[in-house]
């Protein structure tokens, strides 16, 4: 931002602010991102202040905070803050029913990891570092229930009665149950759709065993059952956040399981290695709610230059590549050079980061749904875990240019759809190769037989 524009900026702050919906983790880092260039930042939040009493039970499930993530706060300072508060994964941890754990590293070298890190505690970081910010206001117990996207005067229910304020810009971070998403659909300025997977979550714990921890602290823990699975996440604190994700009905599902009896015979047939671990398991299982998992997506993500919609907001992806607090970070990034390449018009700063932004949302959006196949069924296959290390030895032969989707989308900032592009080549050439070779070998073969007739 040039220094007339910050000025411009300044000037401003006693009339207008930009208003953040949502200060979760996309609009505690959108408000940093946006005080940065000088703008007067109102984050609204309709929860209580969360670094104050209790987490609600059964929602702190980890993220896995990867290069996309760590990129977004590199440019505020605060990846050094953060990674202290977390712990790297190298790999993947496969629990089998019977026999012992098998470590998949993420990358060829073994070496690259992704990071464990609760989300209150990345949460209450960037809070903390918005809230701290000139120009940046931070109003709890605000629930949206009102927007004018033409005008920007928002209506607030709070405990003390009904509350209006007016903003320059309305900006949605505020969910996959967004409230601005919900207004532009009131006055038909978009449309919507939620595909809702017959799947739920529902979140264990594996507490310190001896004031260590129970499992290996260096990976991502995963007990795939076909058509279920548990993760598990370490935490500073040495324990494991894990989370069922199991159908929500049938046999062998959320329903199907109710009684104290029930519950610890499945385990100890398809888990048996868990309840050792897991003292509270019945309880936890009995009283942690059963989250809802799907895909939301929208269009458009904005609304005349003046409403706008980032992260879950505008495209909720389900968890299962890890990404959705990345790539809802890689939103703001964007927003912020697009904010840069437009003078801070909005007008054309809104529409240029949706046309960037939403090609690449729907193919994370893809590939989180491939990935919750592979993480549930094949990782335990003989057959998946040979062709991960061919994978391996390729990247090792051909640095640089061949390079598995995991590492693409986890280790580096390349956008999910050129991510889509790539890899989909590096199978065809590949597939050539190898279609190659077998022809080479059968051509081979006959030409042997030939020889020994003769």
């Not at 935490?235 to 989370?243: A, I, L, Q, W």
């Not at 491939?370 to 994978?391: G, I």
Request: glycine letters at 10%.
């Amino acid at each position: 931002m040039s220094e007339r524009q910050r000025a411009n900026h300044q000037l401003s702050a006693g009339r207008d602010e930009i208003a953040v919906v949502g200060a979760g983790l996309a609009g505690c880092l959108l408000a940093c991102f946006l005080a940065r260039r000088g703008y007067p930042v109102a984050l609204y939040e309709r929860r209580p202040d969360p670094r104050i009493g209790t987490p609600e039970r059964g929602r702190s499930i980890n993220l896995a905070l990867s290069e996309r993530g760590l990129d977004a706060l590199r440019r505020i300072g605060l990846h050094d803050e953060v990674l202290a508060e977390a712990l790297p994964m190298r790999g993947r941890m496969i629990h089998p029913v019977v026999g012992a754990p098998q470590l998949q590293p993420y990358s060829a070298g073994g070496d690259l990891a992704i990071n464990s890190i609760g989300r209150g505690a990345l949460n209450n970081a960037l809070l903390a570092a918005a809230a701290k910010l000139p120009g940046v206001r931070v109003v709890f117990d605000h629930r949206l229930v009102g927007l004018d996207p033409a005008t920007g005067e928002m209506a607030f229910e709070t405990p003390q009665g009904p509350v209006t304020a007016n903003a320059e810009v309305v900006l949605g971070a505020d969910g996959a149950g967004s409230a601005v998403r919900g207004q532009l659909l009131e006055h038909d300025l978009l449309t919507e759709s939620a595909d809702f997977l017959d799947y739920g979550y529902k979140e264990l714990t594996i507490p310190p065993l001896g004031g260590d921890f129970a499992l290996d602290p260096g990976a991502l823990h995963i007990w795939p059952r076909g058509t279920s699975m548990m993760i598990a996440l370490p935490n500073p604190d040495r324990s494991f956040t894990c989370t069922l994700f199991w159908p929500t009905h049938g046999t062998a599902s959320f329903a199907s399981l109710g009684s104290r009896a029930a519950i610890e015979r499945y385990f100890a047939q398809h888990y048996p290695d868990v309840p050792p671990l897991a003292p509270n398991l019945v309880d936890d299982y009995q009283h942690n709610p059963i989250g809802l998992l799907g895909t939301v997506r929208c269009d458009p993500w904005q609304a005349g230059g003046r409403v706008g919609l980032l992260g879950d907001a505008a495209h909720a992806i389900v968890p299962f590549y890890g990404q959705g607090a990345n790539c809802a970070f890689e939103d703001v990034v964007e927003l912020d050079r697009c904010l840069d390449e437009c003078a801070d018009d909005w007008s054309a700063a809104l529409p240029l980061y949706q046309h960037r932004r939403q090609d690449n949302a729907e193919a994370i959006a893809q590939m989180a749904l491939t990935n919750f196949v592979e993480m549930r069924d094949k990782v335990a296959s003989p057959v998946y875990q040979t062709r991960k290390k061919l994978e391996h030895a390729l990247e090792r032969a051909l640095p640089g240019r061949y390079v598995s989707e995991y590492e693409l989308i986890s280790f580096a900032t390349l956008p999910y759809a050129q991510v889509q592009r790539r890899v989909r080549r590096q199978y065809q050439v590949v597939g050539a190769v190898a279609a190659g070779v077998l022809a080479a070998l059968a051509g081979a073969a006959v030409a042997l037989g030939r020889g020994r007739r003769r």
